[in-house]
């Protein structure tokens, strides 16, 4: 003969939920605090006003270079067609599109992190 149980697991999810959604804002300002940190050694550095004018914002989940010529400085080609030479003296690595090249060596040490910081006081 069959035996069957049924669990009803609806306040456990909705626990969990409410823990990740707790977490939520903590999690993005964390991950994008260490974004603009990683990042920081690929940013085109000239007088440092650029690396150094940075907001974040977990609530948009965006990362914003406030001077007005920060685009200008992330585009590696000059409105003339040529390729920027960017000054390394004080960050050797900086060039164009700095999140992509931060990205590629830290990416995944970001998405770890922010399932940590999600996850933080529901595993054990």
């Known amino acids: 003969m ?3 149980i049924s669990i009803f697991l609806d306040n456990l999810t909705s626990d969990i939920t409410r823990k990740v959604k707790a977490n939520e804002t903590k999690a993005k300002q964390k991950v994008l605090e260490q974004i603009v940190k990683d990042t920081d050694e690929f940013v085109p550095y000239k007088t440092g006003t650029l690396a150094k004018n940075v ?3 977990p609530e948009k989940s965006s990362i914003t270079y406030e001077e007005e010529y920060a685009s200008f400085a992330f585009d590696p080609i000059a409105p003339s067609g040529v ?3 960017y000054t390394k003296d004080t960050h050797p690595n ?3 599109y700095p999140f992509e090249a931060a ?3 830290h990416g995944m040490e970001w998405a770890r992190l922010f399932r ?3 996850m ?4 054990s």
């Open 83 to 85: 390729p920027k030479q």
């Open 103 to 105: 990205a590629d060596q």
């Open 116 to 118: 940590e910081e999600l």
């Open 2 to 4: 069959a035996y069957s």
């Open 94 to 96: 900086a060039q164009g």
């Open 55 to 57: 907001t974040v914002s």
């Open 120 to 123: 933080n006081g529901i595993e």
